[in-house]
Each structure stands twice: as structure tokens, then as C-alpha cells.
């Protein structure tokens, strides 16, 4: 809870969330907690061979960290780079392929000064919420960061619709990020969803359980007629969460590091 | 089946359960054991890394036992704390955090004198049922123990529509506990499920079959006119497996002791 | 193929299933297999904690060896004993328990002089069958065996709408080999299935892609009208698939003897 | 993607798919491949117990290499047979047995020089589309490459409704690959489906996301009213995903590898 409050512009959002991310002194740590995001999104089947996850440099708040282009599951500390946030190309690229999709990120924090981690996934259970007209919306407390119906990033508004549904260009990112507008979680028709937070650890939090709401909600449809948490209910269970995400990150350390 | 009958005053359940959990003549191996349910109901996807499970105190049964606020997967017997039922508090806290629901416990084992063991968890399955109007029922007979229609805690009714869902005090202990009354499970609306019984070992049981029932339930309804358990086949079947639970422990901790 | 023919009745059905289970010259290897087979079924998640699986003794044809009562994936060698058909009652218990449902294999071996081996398993995607109006039929090549309707068995219908549900006389073994008739695979309504066939190997393989028709089934019946193999269909793909049986034994072998 | 053109007939097809299997001087390597994707498909759930993928000999056009009739999780390099794609026989059989249904394979290579290697599987999610009237189609864009509604082979057109459903002709080769036609993938009634393409790491790519995307139009379609991808979007995002092919087969080769 007592960390160096080395990002002033992101005071607010930092005071809330109790992660040790951006507790740490150094910077070999936020990378080695990067990767291990990675490993994590990749062990709980958020991400499959694609999907990335950043973090705003704790060094300097303009520039962000994401592994080169490749399989979360495989990322090790050695595989991060560092990114402009202006201009989402590599500080130095140290010859190395960067994602297609760096833009999703530059595109967040350019947008969200309280942001400090983004995760963009394919998860698939959340996949069907955004092809159809039915909105992914809170069933459980577990998700109730998800506040209300989730918006849905529809690329053909701003691409048409003849591309490969990549955000791959600051044009496209930009765009993304309008629709995220303040909320926590976007999906994206045809691809996948993206969810921030003020801490790396709440953002894999969140991730991880928007896969599950849609499990939850697909099913609880198919019942009838679901209760879904009241606005009242999301904003209380959301407040209450950011002090529970690091249970959930010790248990899932504990299965990617033993293995 | 032959155990020093420590607790009197439920003495009636306990003739009828067949765990070893209470045979044993020390402390040491109730805490092993309640460290084992903890690592099984993790295992077998029964809780993610919230939920958790406690025992009636072996020495004092006005007193229960309960890990620490921790992910259960991770659990040792060094973790477990001592609660007073009258109160939700620690004997001793050791300097440790308690689980914000820890009145969950308290409050179910004051109203059913006949109970040793709870087990509070977010089974997915279950979730769907705590938010439509169907009933979970007991659809084959290893769910038996649900007997008929499975009562749904709703919080709202004590607490008003903008609470964080969390039973955090004992009026909300006591109004889940009125809500499961003399029932082996209760639903807990948007948020997950209690299971209830006489030993450790019957009450994983039953919340392990309550997530096997809810699925099987859910694929049923889809084909359409599902025949439930009648009550005589639930209190029938009821009886025949208490004697069997201890097979399926037997299969579930080699499974986590082997790993 | 060419194995000592020691069960003259059963001839005409051994001729057709190509096992090694009773080519061995040893009983030593016979229950080596049996064993293999509980573990197999564990592991492919055909059964949980519950459910068996016998093979008709190859030195005795009016015997069947069974394990004592345990959970499948524990079962070694050491732990299966040799029953009557005749009476159900084990040849000498060694002080074990046996199954309540024991009466299952007995009532079917009596009614079928053609099998050898038999499967009872609570597998999760059958149940819904077993308690709806829809049935179960064969909907890829892989369960050609099922041929047509998969008969259901009603234990109300002998026994009351009071009973356990369990299969624990031989009343109910016998009324549950009339329901099985000279089908391959009977459903047990609020409770499981069991599958039958000449020799071991294919009596697991029986077992574990009925769960797998059911699974496909469920799902093709929402997208509607789903075509259904033929019965000359049914009939041709049963007979091929015999000599393939030992292609699936073999890789489960392996998963279980790796781990 | 600078490899040795000893294919010149398929150079077309070549140019577009960057893999290394045909970059490889030596044909050892390519055994190594195909023995890897063996594994790969059983361990990613493709195939289970059945199911087979080739490749087109580097040596000679004219030939492809399957491995012996096995499940592919045990195949390594020493079980691998080169066949004619004339006549589907093996050049040297060494004694083992031949897949019943390889006359899949030498149908599709007939009729499509582009191609290089062909998976054949009965993935689970991939059949209730094949027995319904549903087109199976492309929802997300990792499965781009199904361009638009799926192909579906029906045996009974080509050898009426009392076959075993398996492809084991050169007639039933032939029509399979006339049903395939143009397309990356297509579906085979009761049976299962095939995946084909210019490369072995792009084959075991569409065979996986085949099975992806079929989980996620069935949970679209009971949402409602889905919306797919576009023919131009289709088109675009299957050029690029060539390219990322190989992240894929990075970590899929990594998990069988480690175990």
C-alpha cells in the first residue's frame, strides 16, 4: 500500500489499488511481473497464442512495456520492450517484431492518464457478446467492474468493411479508445475485448473474470430473465474488489511458476 | 464410524455421516484435514481463489475453524485461525486478515446446532440458478441432498439494492442462515453458494455435486420436461450416500497430495 | 486374434472384436486389464469417484471379477475380486465391501451369454438423456454402436418412486438387463448408463463415446434437425469399428501408465 | 521464407505462407514436422484417438507422408510412410497397416496442387454443423480463412445410406475433394471434417481455429443473429494470419515438447 508515488498524474487511480507493481523500487521487477502476466493470461486460457498485455513504464509515465510479437506463454522478462505512447513505436526495437496491434495500447493510455495496465485478449466465451445485440453486462460481483452494458468497438465505422479487424494503426487505436470511453472492459466485433485498470494485477483480474461473466450470463440467458447487479451493487463490489485482486494473483503466480 | 462423541448436542447428526474428520483424537488432524478440503474444493474447480470452508471446533463447538484470508489452493494447516460463533472473531488473530465473510460461518452454525462443517463458494455452474426464476433441484441422485426447490439468499431484501454482495456482518450471517433453514444448500443471488452438513468431508461433497447437478440440470432443461428426483428418492438416496462420501475424499486427496 | 477359445457359448461374438484382453494365456494379465481399464475410465472422465466396469472371468465363464468398492482411479490389481453370476456374492471377500450396485453386472451377464464385459458410469453429457423425452441415438461414426434409440431404464417401474436409485438386488438387475435387451448401451434414468460389449477394450471404448454422442447431440439438436446416422449406417460403421477399438486402448494406456 | 524451390508446380501457393517445413534442406526434418503435428493436434483436442494430417513429400511432388494407422498422439518420425498420390499406396509399407481413410489425402492433393498438407479430424465443436442445416462460418478472425459458409461432404451421394462413413476409396477420395473444392476447410456428415494448405504449420493452424470457431457460432447463434465476417474482411485477415502462423506453432510445439 506504501509505494513511491513516482506518477503523480495517476495518483488518484494508484491510491485505490493496493497492487505491489508499482511498489517496487526497481524496474527489473515491474518486468518480471509483466511476464509473469503473460504467463498468467496465457495458463487461465484468457490468451491462446495471441493477445498482449502492457504496463505503463514506472520510470516514465509517456512511454509503456509490451513483450515483442509472440506467444504470451513464452514471454520472459528479456522479451519486453519499451514503447512511446505518442507514437507507439519501440524506444529501441533491439531488432525485434513488435506486435501488429501495439496501437490498442498507445491508443488507451494516450486517452486514460489514470491507466496503467491494458490486456488485450481473444477470449472466447466473451467473442459471442460481441457479434450479437445482447450487451455483456455484470451477473456476478466478481465482474462487477464490467458497471453496465459493455460497449462494443464495431472497426467498420471508422475502416469499413473489407479489413483484417486489426487495430493496426494510431487511427484505429484513437478509435478503440473512444469507445472504451471510461469504462473498464470494450469488446471488439469479430476479435476480442480489451480490459484496463490502474495496476497490472487488477487489469489480469479483470480480464480473467469478464471470461467468466460471459460464461455466466451465456448460461443464466438461456434460463431466463437473469438478475444482473444493480448499478449500485457494480459500484460497491468494484470498490471492494481492488483490495481482493492480489489474493487472486498469488494463486495464479503460484500455478505458473510451479509448473 | 466409531468416533469419541465430543459433541454432544449433535450427536444425532454425527451417527449418521461416517467421516473419519471427528474420529481422530487430535486437533492436529482436524487442521490437516480442513487444509486438505480447502486444496480439494480448489482443485476440483469448486472455488477459484475465493470461497472457503470451515469446521466446528473438535474441542469446543462454540467455536469454528477458518484459514486466514487467502486463496484456498494455497492453504496449510498453519493457516487456520480459531472463531468464536457467538462473535465472527478471531480467538487469536496472530496479526492475520480474516476473510470479510467470515459470518457466513458464524451465522449458519448458530441457527443449526446439527452442522459441522460450511463450505461458501462461486460455483460457476450455480450462479445461473441464484439469478432466474428456475429452481435448482436435484436432478440425479448423487445431488440427492438438495431434496426439492434450493432457496436463493437474496441481499437486497436485508440490505437494500447497492451493497457489495458480501454476507460482511452477522445480520447478514443470520438472514443466509434463515434463508437455508433446515436445507443442505442455498444459493446466494450474483454472487455463489453455501453447502452445509455434518463433517468435512459430506459438506465438500455436497457442494462438489451441487455444481455436477446445476450443469446436468441446465442441459436437461434444454432438451426439455426434465424428470427430477421425487422427495422420497432425495431423502432415499440422501441416506445412502453419507455413507459413501468418503470415496470420493479418498479420490480427491490423492489427487492433491500426488501434485 | 488367434486366443485359446475358452468360452465355447461366447464364440460367435468373440470372433468379431479383435481384444488381447483374453488372448493372454495368464488370468494375471486379465486383471492387469481390468485395473487399466478403471484407471482409463477415470482418467477419460467416464466416471467421477463412482461407477464400474467387470469382465466375465476367462477361466470361469459363470464368474465375473470386479473391483471391491472404490473409486475407479484407485483400482490396482490387488483389489479385484471374482463374483458368481448366479448370485452376485463375491467367491471369497477377503473381508472387502463390495458394490451396492454389483447386481448390475450379474443380471447382465446372466441375460447375455454373449458379453463380456460391462461399464456402469454416471457420465455427466448422458444424464440429460436419461431424464428427458428426447433420445439418445447414434449422430457420428464413433458411436455407431448405439444403432438407433438407446433405451432408458425406469427403476420406478419395478421398484416405487422411493427407492435410491441404486441397482442393489437382483430384481433390479435383472429388470435392468430386460430395458438393456440386445442393445450395446442402456441410460438409467437419474443416474447413469451402462455399456456392454464382447470384449474389454471395447466395452471402455463403448462407454466413453457414448459421452461424447451425447455431448455432440446436445449441441446439434440447438442448431435443429440434426441428420442421424442410418441403420445400415449404424450397422456398417459398429462392424468397422470393432477392429479399431485397440487404437483408442492403446493411447489411454499410455496417459494412464505416463502420469 | 527464402527456402529452396524444389516444389516449382506449387511456387505460387508457396511464396504466401511462411513456414519453415519446406525450408529445410534435409527430409529428416520434415518427418520431425509431421510427427510434431501429430502430437500437437491430440494435444490441442483436434483429433483424439483417430484423425491423421500429411504433408506433400519435399522430395517429390508426386507423394505425400502419413504416418502407420495409430493415434497420432504416439506417432513419431519411424512411423511415417511415404505414399503415392496416384494410387494412395505406400512405396514401402514395411509391414504396418495404412490408415483406412488415407484416401483422403491423395483425393485432395489430386485435385489441388496448391496444397501442401491436409489434417483430417473429428473435432467435437466441428460436427453438429456437419449433421444441420446451420452453416458452419467464419464469426472471429482467427478463422478467416473459412471465407464464408463451409462445405459439407455427404457420403450418401456418392455411396448411399448404409456405409460405415468412412473415405476408404479413391472414388470416395475424389468426391470428398470435389466437395472441398476451392475452400480451406470443409465438413464431412457424422463424421468429422478436413483442413488443408499450403503449409503443415497453416493446415494444423485451420484445423485448430476450425474447432474455435464453431464453439463460437454456436454460442453466437443462441444469442442471436450474429454477425459474421464479410467476404472482404474474411479475405483480408486471412493474408495476414499467414504470417502468424508460426507464433502458434512456437508455443503449441513448446507445450508437447516440454511434457
Redesign the interface.
Known amino acids: 500500500m506504501d509505494r513511491p508515488l513516482f506518477l503523480v498524474s495517476t495518483l488518484a487511480a494508484l491510491t485505490a489499488v493496493g497492487s505491489p507493481v508499482f511498489a517496487a523500487d526497481t524496474f527489473a521487477v515491474t518486468l518480471d511481473e509483466l511476464a509473469l502476466a503473460n504467463r498468467i493470461l496465457a495458463h487461465e486460457n484468457v490468451v491462446?497464442?495471441?493477445g498482449h498485455v502492457s504496463v505503463r513504464d514506472p520510470r516514465d509515465a509517456t512511454r509503456y512495456l509490451l513483450a515483442r510479437?509472440?506467444?504470451p506463454?513464452?514471454v520472459t522478462s528479456a522479451d519486453i520492450l519499451t514503447y512511446s505512447i505518442a507514437t507507439d513505436e519501440p524506444i529501441d526495437a533491439q531488432g525485434r517484431v513488435s506486435y501488429?496491434e501495439r496501437f490498442i495500447h498507445g491508443g488507451i493510455y494516450r486517452s486514460r492518464p489514470d491507466l496503467n495496465a491494458v490486456v488485450h485478449s481473444?477470449t472466447?466465451?466473451v467473442?459471442?457478446?460481441g457479434?450479437?445485440?445482447?450487451p455483456l453486462r455484470p451477473?456476478?460481483?466478481?465482474a462487477?467492474f464490467l458497471g453496465g452494458d459493455v460497449p462494443i468497438f464495431e472497426i467498420r465505422a471508422t475502416a469499413?468493411?473489407?479489413?483484417?479487424?486489426?487495430v493496426s494503426s494510431q487511427i484505429l487505436g484513437d478509435a478503440l479508445a473512444r469507445t472504451l470511453g471510461a469504462a473498464n472492459v470494450a469488446l471488439m466485433?469479430?476479435?476480442?475485448m480489451v480490459a484496463v485498470a490502474g495496476t497490472l494485477h487488477e487489469a489480469v483480474f479483470r480480464a480473467y473474470y469478464t471470461g467468466?461473466d460471459a460464461?455466466?450470463e451465456?448460461?443464466?440467458?438461456?434460463?431466463?430473465?437473469?438478475?444482473?447487479?444493480?448499478p449500485?451493487?457494480a459500484?460497491?463490489?468494484t470498490?471492494?474488489q481492488a483490495g481482493?485482486v492480489d489474493?487472486?494473483w498469488?494463486?495464479?503466480k503460484?500455478a505458473v511458476t510451479q509448473h
Chains 1, 2, 3, 4 share one sequence.
Open positions: 491462446d497464442g495471441f510479437s509472440m506467444a506463454a513464452l501488429l481473444h472466447q466465451s467473442i459471442p457478446f457479434v450479437s445485440q445482447v451477473i456476478f460481483h466478481m462487477a469499413g468493411d473489407a479489413t483484417n479487424l486489426l466485433r469479430g476479435h476480442g467468466r460464461e455466466i451465456s448460461e443464466a440467458l438461456r434460463l431466463g430473465n437473469p438478475i444482473f447487479l444493480s449500485g451493487e459500484k460497491a463490489a470498490a471492494t481482493l489474493r487472486s498469488a494463486l495464479w503460484n
